[in-house]
């Protein structure tokens, strides 16, 4: 595979620091029409505690989301999406677990644009009635949620899997959580987590490197910031052990839906080892649930899953989760199966042949990947923040041996760390 | 915007038109082939039916797992399968993306082999005494029921689809993308197997290209990989007729949390009207942007609904309003809705929103060019509506829609039906 990381480096991004602290990566891609911009914060729904100044201090659930809708309803200085609009460009914001995104994209006006986005993400307003009546839309956000059975089945896993652990809640909160944060709070976020020194700005497409590099400049000249606050995001201790076995509802839906979870405890520290860690498990859940596996057509055949199942891995250095499931018209036996399959698997250990070809899989499915500029631009805040490049993905990919997939195969995926969930039709 | 248009080929003796389109600026050579056939409750199960079982067992793969396999060993090549309904139109699509060479070891091509797999699926099935193999049929049969059956796990889809069915009825458009369940339990793999050897032979076969390979060898490797085909049939355009009658309202309860509000209405507009880039502009000034009227004044202003958006239905001549709502504001939200439109028709409309409207969707037009299934999509909805238009001529035409044109569409827009998912009790 000698070569292809020539290929890839052909485009790679520029790395600035300006003045304000604010680091930005900026990517040259070119015969894109699509420019696209993302301006990330490290607060995340599952930070729910840091240390500050020495002192430890708690940061309700669903705030990160909060801030989020709040930086974006800013209806002192006018309506955002038509200010974007205004020059052709669409904007949007998410929470994730770890992190923050504001992003818009555009064909024309980028510096506006990228003036306009770090404007409104530098700048918090509020008042008591707006913060009023994000609270309606946000608990009507929640309420949509819960009408997925998928979404459901999920957190009711999760909420099995982990005691206190906040990735056991909604991104957005709970509804108590939700009407508990006030103008203090959020103001207090937005000096610590946004602050310049913290944010990281990618921008991508077919760029005008040194008009970019002057808007943002001239835009962080202009404001002042607060001195940065040093912090860490304090981890809650979460006990290794599951919570509760299992979880059935009823809902209103046409078929069962099952989840059978995993609770992984050994979870690394660093960019590489976590990296590693997920490809692991992708190549594991692969080998022994994908499509090309021999049990997959087995329980397809037997009625047991259809094309929704799914198996994957999620996790961070203070958690981590397998888990695999869909709809079945007979949850009990699928479980029964899922869990064989892995004992078997113990006995048996991995094929070097099916490892190659899961690795071949996973190659060709990151490279299709990248045809995104949102892919990149995410992947890239995304490996930065892990301190790792896209090319790690390969090297780190066939460096992979049987012997790390079979370690998480006896030694992580246990029993007794096993819960389920099960949504069952009315 | 760069020149991104398809050349256009036609084969009539393989029944094949192909969509070519060479660039070089993705890592992947992307390929969608499409059967078009025309939508009809008598059809619609054996033929979301076909593609799967088809899928199940070829000649060269006679199971699933040889083909998942090889697949992957050509570099997680994606092929895969699925039915999706536009317009009066069951749409049988195989998609093909597989990594470009110059990203594999040896720079080795491995498109001309995946081109061969995918026609042995299509035209090379696994035959059991002349029939499709019972088991692949009873298989595909169930998941396929599943699918029905589970439309009810996904509340905003299902609301969607009631509504259509509601608006629709004794309409093709009615018919679900996947048939209907009690017919999908009757059929036998005989009767498949004759319906899909009427396909096979009549069926034209729509195929698109985008990627880093000349037409020359797109063709050559086409041509030798798909066999010869004489009584193919053509596509002829879907009606558009806006019944005149009076609205309709229908509401449904289910155990949900929020209410799930559908309105529909007929547009009279497809494609090829001269009036299709203003009802572009109208629906977008409406409610698919985040900056529309509907989202400013249901979502931002009175902070009644997550998601409210409109879209349209462009084969057909539909369009639709969807809101996630609590049910008590059900009035309230109706109204808001209806006094926007009005505002609209009367001409209440600031030159500042028809400007950042047609901005948008010129935006969204040349930004498809970014993506390879985007350009394939655009060029496969432009052929069922018997148009070559390109997007750089739409782009034109959006940029001279006017403020009056905006309210003249809309006025050609009759409401049809409310459709509302009602949760059974205060929760």
Redesign the interface.
């Known amino acids: 595979m000698a070569g292809l990381k020539e290929t890839l480096l052909k485009e790679t991004p520029k790395i600035k620091e300006f003045g304000s602290g604010l680091t930005a990566a900026l990517w040259n891609i070119p015969g894109y029409q699509k420019k696209y911009a993302l301006l990330g914060s490290p607060l995340g729904s599952i930070h729910t505690k840091i240390k500050i100044h020495g002192e430890e201090k708690k940061i309700p659930e669903g705030t990160a989301h909060f801030l989020e809708h709040k930086l974006f309803a800013d209806k002192e200085s006018g309506n955002l999406f038509d200010y974007f609009a205004s020059f052709g460009a669409s904007c949007n914001a998410y929470t994730s677990l770890t992190g923050t995104s504001y992003l818009f994209s555009t064909s024309e006006n980028l510096s506006k644009c990228l003036e306009l986005l770090l404007d409104f993400v530098q700048n918090l307003h509020m008042t008591p009635t707006s913060i009023q009546k994000e609270k309606k839309v946000i608990l009507q956000e929640i309420s949509m949620y819960k009408d997925h059975p998928g979404w459901q089945v999920f957190y009711n896993l999760l909420q099995n899997l982990y005691h206190q652990h906040p990735i056991r809640n909604d991104i957005a909160g709970t509804k108590e959580s939700v009407l508990s944060i006030g103008e203090e709070i959020l103001k207090f976020c937005h000096d610590t987590f946004y602050h310049p020194k913290s944010l990281l700005l990618a921008v991508i497409g077919d760029l005008d490197m040194e008009e970019i590099i002057e808007t943002i400049e001239k835009n962080q000249e202009r404001k002042t910031f607060l001195p940065a606050a040093e912090f860490d995001f304090v981890n809650l201790d979460e006990p290794q052990e599951i919570r509760q076995k299992e979880t059935r509802v009823k809902f209103s839906i046409g078929q069962p839906i099952i989840q059978l979870g995993f609770k992984i405890n050994d979870n690394p520290s660093g960019g590489k080892p976590l990296l590693e860690r997920d490809l692991a498990f992708a190549l594991l859940s692969d080998i022994l649930f994908g499509t090309g596996s021999p049990a997959f057509y087995e329980m397809y055949d037997e009625g047991l899953i259809d094309d929704g199942f799914s198996a994957g891995f999620s996790g961070e250095e203070t958690f981590g989760h397998f888990i695999l499931g869909g709809g079945t018209n007979h949850p009990e036996k699928l479980i029964e199966r899922l869990l064989e399959i892995i004992k078997k698997a113990k006995t048996e250990g991995i094929s070097e042949g099916d490892l190659e070809r899961a690795k071949k899989k996973i190659w060709g499915g990151f490279i299709a990947s990248l045809n995104s500029l949102e892919v990149l631009a995410g992947q890239f805040v995304k490996d930065y923040r892990r301190g790792l490049e896209i090319v790690d993905h390969f090297s780190s990919l066939e460096g992979i041996n049987k012997g790390q997939l079979e370690y998480l195969l006896t030694e992580q995926l246990e029993e007794e760390k096993a819960s389920i969930s099960i949504v069952e039709p009315k | 915007?760069?020149s991104y248009n398809f050349t256009r080929h036609f084969f009539p003796d393989r029944g094949i038109r192909l969509f070519h389109l060479k660039t070089d600026?993705?890592?992947?050579n992307s390929m969608k082939c499409v059967i078009p056939l025309p939508l009809d409750p008598g059809t619609a199960s054996a033929n979301a039916l076909l593609p799967f079982v088809l899928y199940r067992g070829s000649v060269d793969f006679p199971?699933?797992?040889d083909l998942?396999?090889r697949l992957?060993?050509?570099?997680?090549?994606?092929l895969s399968v699925d039915v999706r309904k536009r317009g009066e139109w069951q749409l049988i699509d195989f998609t093909l993306?597989?990594?470009n060479k110059?990203?594999l070891?040896g720079n080795r091509d491995i498109l001309p082999e995946t081109i061969d797999i995918l026609s042995g699926i299509l035209f090379k099935p696994l035959l059991e005494n002349g029939n499709f193999q019972d088991?692949y049929v009873e298989?595909e049969k169930?998941?396929l029921e599943?699918?029905i059956?589970?439309?009810?796990?996904?509340?905003m889809e299902y609301a969607l689809e009631r509504c259509y069915q509601e608006m629709c009825q004794g309409e093709p458009f009615s018919v679900f993308r996947y048939g209907d369940r009690e017919k999908i339990k009757e059929i036998t793999s005989q009767e498949l197997h004759s319906h899909y050897e009427v396909v096979r032979k009549q069926a034209p076969l729509y195929i698109f290209f985008v990627g880093n390979v000349s037409c020359e060898k797109l063709k050559k490797w086409v041509l030798s990989s798909f066999p010869p085909r004489e009584k193919v049939t053509e596509i002829k355009m879907n009606g558009i007729e806006v019944p005149a009658r009076p609205e309709k309202i229908i509401v449904e309860k289910?155990?949900?949390?929020?209410g799930k509000l559908n309105i529909g209405y007929r547009t009279g507009i497809n494609r090829k009207d001269p009036d299709f880039p203003a009802l572009l502009v109208a629906n977008g000034l409406l409610g698919s942007?985040?900056?529309s009227r509907l989202?400013?004044t249901v979502?931002?202003e009175h902070?009644l609904?997550?998601?409210i958006f409109s879209r349209i239905e462009s084969t057909k001549g539909l369009l639709t309003i969807s809101a996630?709502?609590?049910p008590d504001q059900f009035e309230e939200t109706i109204e808001i809705i209806d006094g926007e439109w009005k505002k609209i028709l009367a001409g209440e409309i600031d030159e500042?929103e028809v400007?950042?409207?047609k901005?948008?969707l010129?935006?969204q037009l040349?930004?498809s060019?970014?993506?390879?299934f985007d350009l394939m999509g655009i060029e496969m909805i432009n052929a069922l509506n018997c148009t070559g238009q390109s997007r750089k001529e739409l782009i034109d035409q959006i940029e001279k829609v006017k403020t009056h044109d905006v309210s003249r569409v809309l006025n050609r827009v009759k409401k049809d039906t409310i459709f509302f998912l009602e949760p059974e009790e205060e929760s």
């Open positions: 915007m760069g600026k993705f890592k992947t199971r699933s797992i998942i396999r992957e060993d050509l570099f997680g090549t994606d993306e597989t990594v110059n990203f070891p088991t298989g169930r998941t599943e699918e059956i589970t439309l009810k796990n996904n509340k289910d155990a949900i949390n929020q942007f985040p900056h989202f400013r979502r931002e902070g609904a997550y998601y996630g709502i609590d500042s400007g950042f409207t901005k948008a010129c935006s040349k930004i060019e970014d993506n390879p």
